[in-house]
């Protein structure tokens, strides 16, 4: 049985993880609104924006918010190269959110938009 912490804690992180979510899609959504492919260094800004959110860090304890930092292990190009993440396995919250709005982008009819893995 669950304790009330460990639900509370459980829809705490589920809000965080929507709530970045959503951020991540809208700073993704300016660039794709501007047909601005995504590039590593584009990739690594919309990840420092979304973190840095006054509203994020406002809503979600430093704890919680700490769990989506991009582990020190995880080493990605800051180049402009168009991103490929067909050789990588995991990615960090905040690239996958970035990765997939561009790959809905594209399947909507923004192929310009077309990250390197498909």
Request: proline content about 4%; aromatic content about 8%.
């Amino acid at each position: 049985m669950e304790s009330n912490g460990e639900n509370l804690s459980r829809r705490q992180f589920g809000r965080a993880v929507r709530d970045l979510e959503r951020i991540t899609r809208q700073i993704a959504g300016r660039y794709i609104d501007k047909g601005v492919p995504l590039t590593w260094r584009l990739l690594h800004a919309i990840e420092a924006e979304a973190v840095a959110d006054l509203g994020f860090a406002g809503r979600h304890e430093a704890a919680l918010r700490e769990l989506f930092a991009r582990p020190d292990n995880f080493h990605f190009p800051e180049t402009d190269d168009v991103v490929d993440v067909a050789s990588s396995d995991a990615l960090p919250a905040v690239f996958a959110f970035a990765v997939d709005a561009y790959e809905r982008a594209a399947r909507h009819g923004r192929p310009q938009l077309t990250i390197a893995a498909h």
